[in-house]
C-alpha cells in the first residue's frame, strides 16, 4: 500500500534533489517563523496581513524580532524558549530554528512543488473570507480528529470530478506534506463523473508535479469518454493515483472523512455526503468557463493557487493547534 492506503507506485527516477529552499528575504524568514512557533490564534488568514505589517515594520528598524512585537503573535513561554529567555530573535538564529523544524515529508517534495508552495504560504490574505471561515471548520475537524500514524481521510467533491475536485485532493496532499502532517490524507469525487480535463493535469504539471498516465482505465461517465486512470507524484514517497469518480468510489473513505463541497452544483446535489462525518461547502468558480480563451491556462493557474493558499493555510494552522495540544511532535 502507498502512503495514502492506496496502491503503490514505483519510485520516480525524475525526482529531484533534496535541499531546502534558497536563502529567503529577512521578511520571509521572520514570515515562516511565525508560521511554524506563532501561537495559532494569531494565523488564520484574516489576520495575515495585520502580521505581514507588524513584521515588516519591526524589521525594518532591525534584523530581528522584538518582544513588543513578538508578544501580539506568540506565546510568552514559546518565545522565550526561543530567544533565550526573552531577548530578540535575529533572522539568522529564526532561520537555523526552520532549518531545524522542517518537516521530513517537505524535505521529500520535488523541489519545484516546494517552491511553489513557499510562494503560496506568502499570500494567505489573498483568501477569500468566506473561505477563511471554512477553512477554521476544516482545522477544528483535523485537529479533533488527527492521530500519529492514522490516515486521516478528506474528500473533494464537485459534480464531474474534473476539474475543482482533483485541483483539490491535490493541491491538499502537497499542503499535508510541505506542513509534515501526511497522515491527512485527501481524496476526490464526483457526483456525474466523466474524466480529469487535460487542462487540470497541465496546471498542475507547471509547479513541478508530475503526473502521467498509467495506461489503465477507470469506469466511463455517461458521456461515454475514456477515463484514463493517472499517477501524481509530489516527491519521493509522496503519490497517489487519481481519475474521475463517484465520491464514495472504493479507492476512497467510506467513513469519518470530511467532505469539501469545492462546488455549488455539488453543494446542491449532496445536502447530505453518505458517510461523511463533516461536510464543508468550499466553493470555488470552475475555471471551465475560460476553457478557449486565449488566457485559459493563467485561470486554471488562478483557481489553482486560490485552492492551494486555503490548503496551506489550514494544514499550517491545524499543525500549530496538535503542536500547542502536544498531539504532534
Not at 98 to 111: A, G, I
Not at 182 to 198: E, K, L, Q
Not at 302 to 319: C, H, K, T, V
Request: some cysteine; aromatic content about 8%.
Amino acid at each position: 500500500m502507498g502512503l495514502f492506503g492506496l496502491a503503490a507506485l514505483p519510485p520516480r527516477l525524475t525526482a529531484e534533489p533534496k535541499r531546502l529552499s534558497e536563502s529567503p528575504s529577512p521578511f520571509t524568514t521572520a514570515l515562516w517563523f511565525a508560521h511554524h512557533f506563532a501561537a495559532p490564534g494569531a494565523l488564520t488568514a484574516g489576520n495575515d496581513r495585520q502580521l505581514k505589517l507588524k513584521l515588516t515594520a519591526a524589521l525594518n528598524k532591525s534584523p530581528e524580532l522584538p518582544w513588543e512585537v513578538a508578544n501580539e503573535f506568540f506565546d510568552k513561554g514559546v518565545l522565550k524558549a526561543l530567544g533565550d529567555g526573552g531577548a530578540p530573535i535575529s533572522v539568522e538564529k529564526m532561520g537555523h530554528l526552520l532549518r531545524e523544524k522542517c518537516p521530513q515529508s517537505r524535505k521529500d517534495m520535488f523541489v519545484k512543488a516546494r517552491l511553489h508552495a513557499d510562494l503560496l504560504t506568502t499570500q494567505f490574505d489573498m483568501i477569500e473570507d468566506a473561505h477563511q471561515k471554512r477553512a477554521e471548520e476544516l482545522v477544528a475537524w483535523v485537529v479533533e480528529h488527527y492521530r500519529a500514524g492514522k490516515p486521516l481521510g478528506v474528500i473533494a467533491v464537485c459534480t464531474g470530478n474534473t476539474r475543482r475536485s482533483m485541483l483539490s485532493a491535490t493541491m491538499g496532499n502537497v499542503a499535508a506534506a510541505y506542513y509534515g502532517l501526511p497522515d491527512v490524507c485527501f481524496y476526490s469525487g464526483g457526483t456525474d463523473p466523466d474524466a480529469i480535463n487535460p487542462r487540470t493535469v497541465a496546471t498542475l504539471k507547471e509547479i513541478g508535479l508530475e503526473i502521467e498516465p498509467t495506461g489503465k482505465e477507470a469506469t466511463r461517465g455517461k458521456k461515454g469518454g475514456a477515463n484514463p486512470v493517472y499517477s501524481v507524484t509530489w516527491g519521493k514517497g509522496l503519490a497517489t493515483r487519481e481519475f474521475s469518480k463517484v465520491y464514495s468510489d472504493p479507492l476512497n473513505p467510506q467513513s469519518g472523512f470530511a467532505a469539501l463541497l469545492v462546488c455549488s452544483e455539488a453543494d446542491t446535489a449532496c445536502p447530505k455526503v453518505t458517510g461523511a462525518a463533516v461536510r464543508i461547502p468550499l466553493p470555488y468558480l470552475d475555471p471551465k468557463s475560460f476553457d478557449g480563451a486565449p488566457f485559459e491556462s493563467a485561470k486554471y493557474a488562478e483557481r489553482r493557487d486560490d485552492i492551494g493558499r486555503f490548503m496551506l493555510s489550514a494544514m499550517m494552522q491545524a499543525r500549530r493547534r496538535l503542536e500547542r495540544d502536544g498531539t504532534h511532535k
